[in-house]
């Protein structure tokens, strides 16, 4: 997924402020400095950015009519908006669930008794090839993909939500398999779990199949800011796993990138989505006794 408060095309270390980095020569320079006011325009008739200059106008005509209380509340929402959309914040706070996991490379994983795919990376669809749309966290089943490419494991388990389409039961799991086949994994390396509730289902599920395998150590495919929750869900369970993150949403995975201002859009609005997602989650799994945090 592409970051959109990374800026377009690549910055040098001293960039920053609004502008993009003006290549050497002067028509890319112009061109860029065009490019970018165009983008920034164009947010402007996105619904984030009408909301946001609506906003704005609002809290002037209060002032002007002497609301100021309620101007300044509704000038507090323009600021919101602006940092959560418009700067580079919501990708730093997701990055810091994503940093931990950053540099891990599916070749120097170590072998491990089976590979273990979270779900939420698939979902059915009418029209896409085998019947499977990829989600936003499609990059999970390249990488459980991967790993078995380079027999990193014999067996892939399979996880993921229970699902329905015109009618029909459509299990993540299932679907997954048969994309997954397609792509040449092994139909018989492959155990569906069928539908789970969350995350602490399908380590439930794991653990039975460790127990009546033998399994030691399995490698845990899910995207890098759910990592932490994931692997202190599993190892709360005994299960000892080796993290392989993928899905890296901000520049922890895409490249450095300066502070960014600009035009409030949507993307930093889904970051601070999924941020919120793992730091409530993590508190919910720690107050029903599903997680272990790690040692410090």
């Known amino acids: 997924m592409a970051n959109r408060t990374g800026g377009f095309g690549k910055r040098s270390r001293k960039a920053s402020g609004i502008f993009p980095p003006a290549p050497r020569d002067g028509p890319r320079s112009v061109a860029g400095v065009l490019s ?8 402007l008739f996105a619904p984030v950015g009408l909301l946001w200059v609506a906003l704005i106008v609002l809290a002037v005509l209060l002032w002007r009519r002497r609301l100021r209380g309620f101007a300044l509340s509704v000038g507090g929402l323009v600021l919101g908006i602006t940092i959560i959309g418009g700067t580079s914040v919501p990708g730093l706070l997701l990055g810091s669930l994503e940093r931990p996991y950053a540099g891990v490379k599916a070749e120097d994983l170590p072998v491990a008794d089976a ?14 090839v085998a019947g499977v749309h990829l989600s936003a966290a499609g990059d999970r089943l390249v990488m459980a ?7 990193k494991a014999p067996v892939l388990v399979l996880g993921g939500a229970w699902g329905q389409l015109d009618g029909r039961e459509a299990p993540e799991s299932h679907l997954t398999k048969d994309l997954l086949t397609r ?22 599920k794991v653990r039975a199949l460790a127990a009546e395998r033998g399994w030691q150590r399995v490698l845990l495919v899910t995207s890098a800011n759910h990592m932490r929750r994931a692997s202190a869900t599993f190892r709360h369970l005994g299960i000892e796993v080796t993290p392989a993150p993928c899905n890296f949403l901000t520049s922890v995975g895409t490249g450095r990138v300066p502070f960014f201002f600009g035009v409030p859009g949507s993307d930093g609005f889904a970051k601070v989505g999924f941020w919120l997602h793992e730091e ?11 997680l272990t945090p790690p040692a410090k």
């Open 115 to 128: 590979v273990v795919l979270l779900g939420g990376g698939a979902q059915a669809s009418r029209y896409e």
């Open 36 to 43: 970018f006011f165009l983008r920034q325009t164009l947010a």
């Open 183 to 204: 792509w040449g994994v092994p139909a018989g390396a492959m155990l569906p779990l069928g539908p789970n509730r969350d995350t602490h289902d399908e380590a439930l």
């Open 145 to 151: 993909a991967e790993l078995m490419r380079l027999g």
């Open 280 to 290: 409530i989650g993590w508190l919910e799994y720690w107050r029903r006794g599903w």
